[in-house]
């Protein structure tokens, strides 16, 4: 370069370099900053987007198995938003180093882009430019550059900060949300006195197992927790509620004991026990029949809550129980399974479990008192054949005992043996006499309407109340020589009342003869009105 030319070139860089290369170090760094910027809002963006990659966040469900974790996806608030917010820093910081400063490790995967440094000497090379203009320009465009992403890291890594501050609330805020709300449904249903039991082998409940229903699979834990706080996310990725209130009680549920099916709709109403006690051939399955069939015509609530029960009742329909008895299925001898359904409404509303354990199994002393139902029961249905006494009998023309199918067991000693197992169950007592309250239930009423047999216990009483009608189906039994029963109930149990009904009441109680039996579904209303014993 000829001497004038680089003289001339020496005079302009010193009194215009400054300028010059503070604004190229300025806008090497403005790019290196706004290239951060960018980088950061991009991989946030890609990192948090819902249809993003899982495989860092390590929610995938396990394998189902009787014992592991239940197979859902964990939840995303429960700590793998952490993962994801740490992959967008990663992403971030390697990629302004890489666009800006200098290429990441070659994986042989992609294609790196050269940085903007590597571009600046490039350019540095190819430029007809002197060197002695070209080189500080490139090392002012260098630093400015350089200084940039540092600046760019620095200012992401301190609201990455702020901003991982509020993730690690969110995940504590979750995560005490799902105990929380875990200890607020336990308490409600401690204060209403809800529990579940299973049908079929009698254990209470304590963590029901909840069917997907688009899968099937079986969810073994299904309350606020690490798999979800509302809400959790099946391996089919069908969302399940974790709360009774925003929905699991319509999920199918199983006995974790049995893998009996419970009842549906299960801890959304406090339990009612109730067995039907009588021995052979006393009319238990009928009654229940029948106040089943009062229960659903006269309450605007009822509700089966056991598809088998549901099945029972419509096929004893279909046999015509309600035109003749005899028609009813059989009792199963071998362990009761309950009879659910829902009556009443509001906070009177009740899952009623009916048991109807066979005759052959109420003549046991031993198998009443296996009896697991037992433990929970809050009344008791005894039912007394008018047929099974003896001076009824007697009185009675043989084709009207015909028509009755009565029982051969007498009532005083079905009695004594149900005393005497829940006396082995330890049921509490006030005084000498155990709390649990007894509807005494005469059943087969209309075969007492015959004339040239014993007078119907109502017959021209009319519609009064129940003390009179208590008093006088208790006068009744006396006259037929079952005072000793009465007795014998009264010592026993704290609260009795006594009712007569008939199976031909069950869709409508109407004036028969002379008399007016009482609704079929009367003691189990009565005894779910019970108060609690204290």
């Not at 070659?106 to 294609?111: A, M, N, S």
């Not at 479990?353 to 249905?381: I, N, R």
Request: aromatic residues 8%; positive net charge; contains cysteine.
């Amino acid at each position: 370069m000829p001497l004038p030319l680089l003289l001339i070139l020496l005079l302009a860089l010193c009194s215009v370099g400054p300028y010059v290369l503070g604004f190229t170090m300025l806008v090497g760094a403005l790019i290196a900053f706004v290239i951060g910027l960018v980088e950061y809002v991009t991989a946030a963006i890609a990192g948090f987007a819902p249809g993003g990659p899982i495989a860092h966040l390590r929610i995938e469900p396990p394998d189902e198995s009787e014992k592991g974790p239940d197979p859902a996806f964990r939840s995303y608030y429960a700590g793998p938003v952490l993962r994801d917010y740490r992959k967008v820093l990663t992403t971030t910081f390697q990629q302004v180093w890489a666009k800006i400063v200098a290429k990441g490790p070659d994986d042989g995967t992609r294609v790196l882009p050269v940085p903007l440094v590597g571009r600046v000497w490039q350019w540095r090379e190819r430029t007809t430019t002197p060197a002695l203009l070209a080189v500080p320009i490139a090392l002012a465009a260098t630093v400015g550059l350089v200084g940039g992403a540092f600046s760019a890291i620095a200012f992401v890594g301190t609201a990455s900060a702020v901003f991982l501050v509020l993730l690690v609330a969110l995940v504590i805020g979750a995560l005490l949300t799902a105990g929380g709300s875990r200890l607020v449904e336990f308490g409600l249903l401690f204060l209403r006195g809800i529990t579940v039991e299973c049908p079929s082998c009698h254990e209470r409940v304590t963590r029901p197992i909840y069917r997907c229903p688009g899968c099937g699979a079986a969810h073994r834990k299904l309350v606020p927790g690490l798999a979800g706080v509302l809400r959790r996310t099946c391996r089919c990725h069908n969302t399940l509620p974790t709360l009774l209130a925003l929905g699991k009680t319509r999920l199918s549920a199983q006995c974790g004991r049995c893998r009996y099916e419970l009842p549906a709709k299960g801890l959304s109403a406090p339990t009612a026990h109730i067995p039907v006690i009588a021995g052979p051939k006393a009319g238990k399955s009928v009654f229940m029949h029948s106040a089943v069939s009062r229960l659903m015509l006269t309450d605007e609530d009822f509700e089966f809550a056991d598809p088998r029960a549901k099945d029972s009742f419509e096929r004893n329909v279909e046999l015509g129980v309600l035109q003749d008895p005899s028609r009813a299925l059989k009792t199963a001898t071998v362990k009761p399974r309950a009879y659910n359904v829902f009556v009443g409404s509001g906070r009177a509303r009740r899952l009623l479990y009916l048991y109807d354990p066979a005759g052959e199994h109420v003549e046991s002393v031993d198998h009443m008192a296996d009896a697991q139902f037992l433990e929970f029961t809050k009344g008791v249905v005894f039912i007394v054949d008018p047929f099974s006494l003896r001076q009824v009998r007697s009185e009675t023309d043989r084709s009207v005992l015909g028509k009755v199918s009565a029982s051969n067991t007498a009532p005083k000693d079905v009695l004594e043996r149900f005393v005497e197992a829940l006396v082995e169950r330890g049921f509490s007592r006030r005084g000498n006499r155990m709390t649990i309250p007894v509807a005494v239930v005469l059943t087969k009423c209309d075969g007492l309407l015959d004339p040239s047999g014993t007078t119907h216990p109502y017959s021209g009483l009319g519609r009064v109340g129940r003390e009179d009608r208590d008093r006088v189906v208790r006068t009744w039994l006396a006259e037929v020589g079952q005072r000793d029963l009465i007795t014998s109930l009264d010592n026993h149990f704290a609260t009795v009342s006594c009712f007569a009904v008939s199976y031909q009441d069950a869709i409508e109680v109407a004036e028969r003869g002379a008399a007016v039996n009482d609704d079929p579904a009367a003691p189990l209303r009565w005894l779910l009105n019970r108060k609690e014993p204290t």
